[in-house]
C-alpha cells in the first residue's frame, strides 16, 4: 500500500486566497483525521472523521477551516480565507483501529505558507 | 482538561549514552498512551501503545513504561539512526478516539 497520500506537499499563498489541502487515506481504514503541527502549539487535532462522517470537530480555529470526506478514499481541508496564522504543517492520517490502539498512519504533510 | 507534557525538549547523546524522554500527563479517564517517531519532513510514526499502569513495551533499542502519571521511553545504548523527535500522546475515555499529542522531544546522537 502507498500509505497515506497528502496533496500538495508545499503551499504558497497570499492572505485572503483559498487554500485546498487533500488526502487520500488507506484502503480499508475508516477513521481519518487531520491534525496541524506548529513549534509554538506542537500537533493539534482539527476534526476527525468515521464512516466519512465527522465526529469531532471542536478543534477546527474558526468558520474559515472547514472539512469534508464526500467518499472513503478522498478528504479535503480547506482555508477561506487564508491568514498568515493558518501557516503550519498539516497532517492527514488515517487508522483501523483508532478506538482499540491508538496506531494512526500519517502522510507526510502539507506544508502552508500564507504570505 | 487534558495535558500532555514532555521533557526535555531537546536532548543529545553521545552514541552508545542510554537515557530517557519523559511524558507527564494529565487526563479523565486514561485510554492509552502512545510513542510515536518522527523525522524531518516526514508524519510521525507510531511506536508503542500502553494502555495501564505497570505495562512496559520494547522494539529495539526503545523501551517504553507508564505510570498513573506519567511515561518515560528509555533509549539503550542509543545510535545516530534514532535521532528524531519523539512524541507522547494520549487518548482519553471521554474523548472519542481523538489522540493529544505533546510538544516531543527532540533527540540528536552524534558519533
Known amino acids: 500500500d502507498a500509505g497515506v497520500i497528502q496533496s500538495p506537499r508545499h503551499e504558497v499563498t497570499e492572505m485572503g486566497q483559498e487554500v485546498t489541502l487533500r488526502c487520500k487515506p488507506i484502503?480499508?481504514?475508516?477513521?481519518l483525521f487531520w491534525y496541524r503541527q506548529t513549534m509554538m502549539r506542537g500537533l493539534e487535532l482539527l476534526i476527525y472523521f468515521n464512516n466519512n462522517v465527522p465526529i469531532d470537530d471542536s478543534g477546527m480555529p474558526e468558520d474559515r477551516f472547514s472539512a469534508k470526506m464526500p467518499n472513503a478514499s478522498f478528504s479535503t481541508l480547506k482555508i477561506q480565507p487564508s491568514e498568515p496564522r493558518d501557516s503550519a504543517v498539516y497532517f492527514c492520517?488515517?487508522?483501523?483501529?483508532?478506538?482499540?490502539?491508538?496506531?494512526?498512519?500519517f502522510g507526510e504533510g502539507s506544508r502552508l505558507t500564507v504570505l | 482538561e487534558d495535558q500532555v507534557t514532555q521533557s526535555p525538549e531537546a536532548l543529545r547523546l553521545q552514541e552508545g549514552e542510554s537515557s530517557s524522554l519523559n511524558c507527564s500527563y494529565t487526563v479523565s479517564g486514561l485510554r492509552g498512551l502512545f510513542w510515536y517517531r518522527q523525522d524531518p519532513g516526514k508524519g510521525p510514526e507510531f511506536l508503542f501503545t500502553?494502555?495501564?499502569a505497570g505495562e512496559e513495551k520494547e522494539k529495539e533499542r526503545l523501551k517504553a513504561t507508564l505510570t498513573k502519571k506519567e511515561s518515560f521511553l528509555h533509549i539503550t545504548a542509543p545510535k545516530p539512526e534514532d535521532s528524531a523527535t519523539y512524541l507522547c500522546a494520549v487518548q482519553a475515555v471521554n474523548s472519542g478516539y481523538a489522540l493529544n499529542f505533546g510538544k516531543g522531544t527532540s533527540l540528536l546522537v552524534t558519533p
Open positions: 500502553l494502555y495501564s
Open positions: 492520517a488515517s487508522s483501523q483501529k483508532a478506538g482499540s490502539t491508538g496506531e494512526l498512519f
Open positions: 484502503s480499508g481504514h475508516d477513521y
